[in-house]
């Protein structure tokens, strides 16, 4: 029997910084119609998953499991059976500790189709994320990749003798718990006990930390450290040369140690991201709103036969420039009919927009809000001049309201709707930031995190309009200086420095 359709893909996810899953793991992540995820894929990979996806978490913690190794076997036959698009997402690479080829097995004897994606693996990029390198040929000329893991009251089954022999690095997955055996075993098989050791928590995420020591040394170190899992133990010379290679909080990355979720819509999260992440940042995307076109209504097909007859256009968001634009195009109207008309936008981002169509902006207020907006157009407007205004469904009211206020005749015009996507929650950190760049973004954030306590966490706003619909929630504020994001990544840069002097 054949499954035309169903198939699995088994994606490696790499050690937990997103900007470290292969284009195409990322790729077969976002058509995934059913994802299996483990417990230690990065927040930011998640993020990616689509909404429309059957999201289940499997577990595959050290000691807790979701589901046991079989039942995620079985669950993987059964929704390819149904003709899914199955995406098995995997921390690190599936074939390494993975029990990758596990999951293949039942699958091969049933004929389903599949692929592996591999992963960066955890024992490479976690040393390198901390200037370890795991080989080099002045130290070095082999690398051992070792399982810690035991079973419960059980001992490790290795070999000592033969590895405390080995020229090259030792690196241990999963050793945490059984870090005094290894070392202690390691001493008694004959290794010198000031051999250099380092134990790598949370490797590659702002929240990893490092113990630094000796073979002998490193259990006592490490439990007066509180390390936990998940940290990867590497053993060798290599070790020594994390303080000429670390480059992880160096100047260039002063948001190295903390995590920003990014609210953006995610055709427009990826300049912030960008930004944040070449500041050292990890980026959480989790696109709180989504912006629809409207379908030609009657108000939008009476604004596109009078469009002649405005002597305004008004846009309120780059959102909505795109979205009248769009609708002219499908529509075949041509722009000329806007020949006459003057632009104005609501902020930089806006007037962007406007321009990126080959129409310069006439009036940018200095202040970038609705009523701003209208105050710089009452200055300009002659009497008798019509204002359109394309803007979303849910447009706030205080734009029109001056405009009435003012006898100034317009059409506001609905063309597209916000609607608050989706999305699996995430667990908070005191530390985590978050951006946001309108009221909206806050309002689809605060629905994604229903139920969660807001007092311990602090937003950069790009405007005082967005910080007050924060402050709803008990969400501490930090706003821009100016709307733009520029201006945001300042204030957020700002912010984080001053909160690392007042903790020292």
């Known amino acids: 029997m054949s499954y035309p359709n169903g198939k699995v893909w088994l994606v490696g996810a790499g050690p937990g910084d997103s900007g470290l899953l292969t284009l195409k793991g990322k790729q077969i992540l976002e058509q995934g119609e059913v994802i299996l995820y483990d417990s230690l894929v990065g927040e930011g990979i998640l993020a990616w998953m689509p909404d429309s996806a059957e999201k289940i978490p499997v577990g595959k913690r050290v000691g807790r499991h979701h589901m046991a190794q079989e039942e995620i076997n079985l669950l993987l036959l059964e929704k390819a059976k149904a003709g899914k698009r199955v995406v098995r997402l995997k921390g690190g690479d599936p074939f390494l500790f993975g029990r990758g080829g596990e999951e293949l097995e039942l699958l091969a004897q049933h004929r389903i189709p599949f692929e592996v994606v591999p992963g960066v693996s955890s024992a490479i990029a976690v040393p390198a994320y901390q200037g370890i390198p795991v080989t080099h040929r002045d130290f070095c000329s082999s690398l051992h990749i070792i399982t810690g893991h035991k079973k419960q009251d059980s001992p490790l089954a290795l070999d000592y003798p033969t590895l405390a022999k080995l020229p090259g690095t030792l690196v241990f997955l999963m050793g945490v718990h059984a870090l005094p055996e290894i070392c202690q075993g390691l001493l008694q098989a004959g290794m010198a006990p000031h051999t250099p050791a380092s134990l790598l928590e949370h490797g590659t995420l702002a929240s990893q930390r490092a113990v630094h020591s000796t073979l002998e040394r490193l259990p006592a170190d490490a439990k007066a450290a509180n390390i936990a899992p998940p940290a990867v133990l590497v053993i060798g010379s290599v070790c020594a040369l994390h303080t000429s290679f670390s480059w992880v909080s160096s100047p260039t ?20 991201s960008q930004q944040l992440r070449e500041l050292g940042a990890e980026v959480v995307e989790l696109p709180s709103i989504q912006t629809i076109p409207l379908e030609p209504t009657p108000q939008i097909e009476r604004m596109l036969n009078r469009l002649p007859s405005y002597h305004w256009m008004l846009f309120t968001s780059a959102a909505g420039v795109e979205a009248f634009f769009s609708l002219l195009q499908a529509h075949r109207v041509d722009i000329r009919r806007l020949a006459h008309a003057k632009f104005a936008a609501i902020g930089p981002a806006t007037q962007k927009a406007i321009e990126q169509h080959g129409i310069l902006v006439d009036c940018v207020p200095t202040r970038y809000d609705g009523e701003a907006l209208a105050q710089a157009l009452l200055a300009l407007i002659q009497p008798g001049e019509t204002v359109c205004i394309p803007r979303a469904q849910e447009g706030t009211p205080s734009l029109t309201q001056a405009l009435t206020n ?99």
């Not at 990355?253 to 912030?272: C, E, K, Y």
């Not at 995430?426 to 946001?436: E, G």
């Open 253 to 272: 990355r002063p948001l190295g140690d903390i995590r920003v979720i990014v609210t953006r819509p995610r055709n427009r999260a990826s300049a912030l």
């Open 406 to 504: 003012a006898g100034v005749a317009f059409d506001d015009v609905p063309v597209y709707q916000i609607k608050f996507p989706h999305h699996r929650p995430l667990t908070l950190c005191k530390t985590d930031l978050v951006a946001f760049t309108s009221a909206s973004t806050v309002k689809g954030f605060v629905q994604t995190m229903a139920g969660t306590d807001f007092r311990h966490l602090t937003a950069i706003c790009i405007g005082e309009q967005t910080a007050q619909e924060a402050r709803k929630y008990a969400i501490k504020t930090v706003v821009a200086k100016q709307a733009t994001i520029a201006s945001l990544v300042d204030c957020l840069l700002e912010f984080h420095r001053q909160r690392k002097e007042e903790a020292l």
